[in-house]
């Protein structure tokens, strides 16, 4: 399967900062998305993004497929960010599998 | 609204009691996925149907059964749990070609005692 390395594995802000946060990927993907699992477990979708750049808020996402990495950015964060940020890749020639990364965990301290 | 509904919430079974968990969705997605997610692990694939069509990751124990019986549902059954099978269990959909990916139900916490 396709490895997909997460960076860093564990983060703490003080409440208002910025971060950013990296996935690599060891193959070609036809699919990446960035998740959210909040402390009670839930994942939540952030962004579905194989390549280009999106935003929503006061998080945005940039996956330059080419060079087999994607970043998620988190401005001005808040202690309702804190939770472990997945990234998941797909490849359509492997069947319907998604591969989630190592996860980052993420601390936001008032 | 459409979405994945895993029942029940928390689980506790006894050591080596067949468990099964469920996994019910409304958004007519053609594939089901059930992931095992131990304590600060990412979720790992355990298997995952196409339609009607089972795939089965190679490293899932026999432990680990599932069944389709339709579009809507999707069940998890483990045949004799062990204290290492403790973890949540996430079912998953998707339809394929389709945007945005993956939705995700809640997850079931299983307690094995």
């Known amino acids: 399967g396709i490895q997909v390395e997460q960076s860093p594995p564990d983060l703490i802000l003080q409440e208002g900062a910025n971060s950013t946060l990296r996935c690599n990927f060891s193959?070609?993907?036809?699919?990446l998305q960035w998740f959210h699992q909040n402390p009670w477990g839930q994942l939540i979708n952030l962004f579905y993004?194989?390549?280009g750049t999106k935003q929503n808020g006061r998080l945005s996402a940039t996956t330059v497929a080419t060079e087999r990495y994607s970043l998620l950015y988190i401005s001005s964060s808040q202690t309702t960010d804190s939770g472990v940020y997945f990234c998941a890749v797909e490849r359509l020639d492997t069947g319907n599998q998604f591969y989630f990364g190592t996860g980052t965990s993420l601390t936001v301290i008032p | 609204d459409a979405m994945v509904i895993q029942n029940p919430r928390y689980q506790v079974t006894q050591f080596g009691k067949p468990v099964t968990l469920s996994c019910s969705q409304t958004?007519?997605?053609?594939?089901m996925y059930w992931y095992q997610q131990k304590s600060s692990q990412a979720p790992k694939l355990l298997f995952h149907?196409?339609?009607?069509?089972?795939?089965n990751e190679a490293d899932t124990p026999d432990n680990f059964q599932s069944r389709r019986p339709n579009t809507s549902f999707c069940f998890l059954d483990i045949r004799s749990p062990g204290l290492g099978d403790a973890a949540m269990y996430l079912c998953?959909?998707?339809?394929?070609?389709?945007?945005?990916?993956?939705?995700f139900g809640s997850g079931t916490r299983l307690t094995v005692v």
């Open positions: 149907y196409y339609d009607k069509d089972f795939n």
């Open positions: 193959d070609s993907v036809n699919n």
């Open positions: 993004i194989p390549s």
């Open positions: 998953a959909t998707s339809r394929v070609g389709s945007r945005p990916g993956y939705t």
């Open positions: 958004l007519n997605h053609n594939v």
